[in-house]
Structure formats: C-alpha cells, structure tokens
C-alpha cells in the first residue's frame, strides 16, 4: 500500500478518505477549510492513495482541538481504517508512521481519545490496547483519554476539569460541534432545518477556534449533543436520529 500525505501544494486535489466527493461538496469544502489552517500549525493527515476510509490524523497535542493537558505528546484526531481496507495490516503502517514520527520530533509519546467499549466516530480501544496504549484519564460519560509513552518516566496526559463532566447552562436540545469532522456540515443544518419546522427547541454552537475547543464543557468537541444542559451523545445525528432522540426524551 502507498500512503500519501496532504500538504498545503496538494489539499485541493486530493480526497479526503473520510469524505470522497469534489471540492464544491459541503463536507469536502469544510474539511479540507479546516485542515488548511491546522496543518499550518502542524497537523499531519496521512492516507491511502485508494479511494476509501484508510486514514490517520494527528497532530502536536498542544494544537489539538480537544480539552486536554498533553504538552509534548503528538494526539491523534482521527484514525479510521475501515471496509475493504480492514485486516491487511494498514492500520499498523499508519499508527506506526505517527509514531515514528513523534519520536522524530522528540515527544513524548502519543495521546488518543477512545471510550471503554467501541463507540462511533471514536478509535477502537482494544486495538489501542493491543499495541500498547494505556488509559490515562476519564471523562463523563464514556470517554476515555489513551495514551502511548515512549518513556516510563512520560508525564501522564490528562483532561481539563471542565471535560470531566460535560454540562452547560442551556435548555432544549442543542449541539456543538467543529468542522474537524466533514459531517457536521451536512448534518447540523438538516437537523437546524427539522427542529425550526417542528417546533424543537433547538440550538447549535460552532466551535471556530482552537481556545474555544481546548475549553470546551465535554472531551470530544467535534461533536456534543446536549438536552436541557446535560450530556447526551457524540454521534452525528441525521434526521431520523434527531426524532428519535426527540421523542425518546419528550417521553421521560
């Protein structure tokens, strides 16, 4: 397999593995926007030169877009390795090449958000384990920051306190999000649209800088949805899943 890395030069002609479509697409558009500016800041996203979900990304913890204190270390956005792709040994060439990488630079190790049990959108914690990741800290509710030292005496990474338990000061149901992910572009005005036309209340946040990320109320920032300020998912709700969720609520 050949792996391709996006540059600056390259962005605009090459896909995106989590979002394969052309430039005028809205989740292209807005992902590819996005890591314009992150890679100035040292995001790598490495890929397979096929067009499918074979993918990671990273970047320097300190420029990372999520709450937590991991000076030194290299974090790992996304890393999705899926379909065809899946059991032909790509996703150790990827994680392997962050890796090196890290060390190249010096760091300390490699950090990751997952979750005890395989959620969507998150890395696989048992795969994490397998090679060699540990759990550094928890989140409410089920988050949970991993973390790869290359030196027993590493410090260890954390989350920010105002992660640990996701909350804020709003009712009716709202969403924050990032275009960290290209779905939310799709997505969140669809859902906008759906709660206008029932009369939801309904709210969204768009988190546009990376202080507003690191301080935000919840671990995994590309994505919240909350109800009546409390913490309810970090799954990307299309429109059914939105009424579903609605009426699951209105019930209690």
Not at 65 to 76: E, F, L, R, S, V
Not at 81 to 86: D, Y
Not at 171 to 199: L, S
Not at 208 to 234: C, E, H, I, L, R
């Amino acid at each position: 397999m050949e792996y391709i890395k996006l540059t600056l030069e390259n962005l605009e002609t090459e896909h995106i593995c989590c979002a394969i479509s052309n430039n005028k697409d809205i989740q292209v558009a807005s992902k590819k926007a996005w890591l314009k500016e992150r890679i100035k800041d040292g995001l790598v996203f490495l890929k397979s030169v096929e067009r499918g979900k074979c993918f990671i990304e990273y970047i320097p913890a300190e420029n990372a877009w999520c709450p937590i204190k991991a000076d030194g270390y290299i974090h790992i956005n996304c890393f999705w390795v899926s379909g065809s792709f899946k059991g032909h040994g790509y996703a150790n060439d990827l994680l392997n090449a962050c890796i090196a990488d890290a060390k190249v630079q010096g760091k300390h190790g490699i950090t990751v958000i997952s979750s005890p049990k395989k959620m969507p959108f998150l890395s696989d914690p048992k795969y994490l384990a397998y090679k060699g990741f540990k759990v550094a800290d928890k989140a409410e509710p089920n988050f949970t920051l991993m973390y790869l030292p290359f030196d027993n005496n590493a410090p260890v990474p954390k989350f920010k306190e105002t992660a640990k338990l996701p909350h804020i000061e709003k009712q009716g149901f709202v969403v924050c999000y990032t275009h960290g992910c290209p779905f939310t572009a799709k997505y969140v005005p669809i859902v906008e649209q759906v709660a206008r036309e029932k009369e939801i209340p309904f709210e969204s946040i768009f988190i546009d800088s990376k202080d507003k990320a690191q301080n935000a109320p919840m671990a995994w920032t590309n994505y919240a949805v909350f109800y009546n300020g409390q913490y309810v998912s970090n799954e990307v709700l299309n429109e059914k899943k939105f009424l579903e969720l609605v009426e699951r609520y209105n019930k209690q």
